[in-house]
């Protein structure tokens, strides 16, 4: 079973910036896409950002320009630095780590963005 540590998570105001690491110990499966992902309050979870293990990586729309997803492989961490955070950044923010039987998913980091 994999271990899974979300952190970075806070209360930020409208325009601020947050850096969330997740950090996997325990069972790793390496060379797999990375990626974060959020659920906000009454909606479905979202894609926000993923990065192939060759270091190419894809950013949602709604996110774009305002994300940078990386990973420091020696860590087994994934990082996702959010500039020019909104209101609509506030939400809980997963990164799924595949294992075979499927992905395992954390209890997440809570980013809140207040006005």
């Known amino acids: 079973q994999v271990q899974l540590v979300e952190s970075g998570g806070g209360l930020v105001q409208i325009g601020g910036s947050l850096r969330l690491s997740c950090t996997a110990s325990g069972k790793i499966f390496k060379n797999q896409i990375m990626g974060w992902y959020r659920q906000a309050p009454g909606k479905q979870r979202e894609l926000v950002a993923l990065?192939?293990?060759?270091?190419?990586?894809h950013d949602a729309d709604a996110v774009k320009g305002r994300v940078t997803i990386s990973t420091d492989d020696a860590k087994n961490t994934v990082y996702l630095q959010m500039n020019n955070l909104d209101s609509a950044a506030t939400a809980v923010y997963y990164c799924?780590?595949?294992?075979?039987?499927?992905?395992?998913w954390g209890q997440g980091t809570q980013v809140t963005v207040s006005s």
């Open positions: 990065i192939t293990p060759d270091g190419t990586t």
């Open positions: 799924p780590h595949q294992q075979l039987d499927g992905a395992y």
